[in-house]
């Protein structure tokens, strides 16, 4: 069984920055791809960032490009998203997902594609 959990959630003023974190456990099996995705208030879950662990390709949609940085620490199965420049429209809950298998880049932002799902950090852009 495999868990995730995030942390670094919380509230920040527009144009703040703060880091979440997520770490796998419960199986020594390393993640090939790990990312983030978030859901506002009446919106579906979207897709966020997504990175290979093994050899750092990242991906990111358009919305956080630039303000974004997704990494990895493969030997501890953890992910992390460094949010800088935030906007209020940035205000959602953000869930770690991570999948064991390679996915095609086509389908890296699919929620489908992964099977584990970690029970989401709340962020607030606000003043």
């Known amino acids: 069984q495999v868990q995730l959990v995030e942390s670094g959630g919380g509230q920040v003023q527009p144009g703040g920055s703060l880091r979440l974190s997520c770490a796998a456990s419960g199986s020594t099996a390393t993640m090939n791809t790990m990312g983030w995705f978030r859901q506002a208030p009446g919106k579906e879950r979207e897709f966020v960032a997504a990175i290979r662990t093994s050899g750092r390709d990242t991906y990111y949609t358009d919305s956080v490009k630039g303000r974004f940085t997704i990494t990895s620490d493969k030997a501890k199965n953890s992910v992390y998203l460094q949010m800088n420049s935030l906007k209020p429209e940035d205000t959602a809950f953000y869930y770690c997902?991570?999948?064991?298998?390679?996915?095609?880049?086509?389908?890296?932002?699919?929620?489908?594609?992964?099977?584990?799902w970690g029970p989401g950090a709340q962020v607030t852009v606000s003043s």
């Open positions: 997902a991570a999948r064991r298998s390679r996915v095609i880049v086509s389908a890296i932002s699919m929620r489908e594609m992964y099977e584990y």
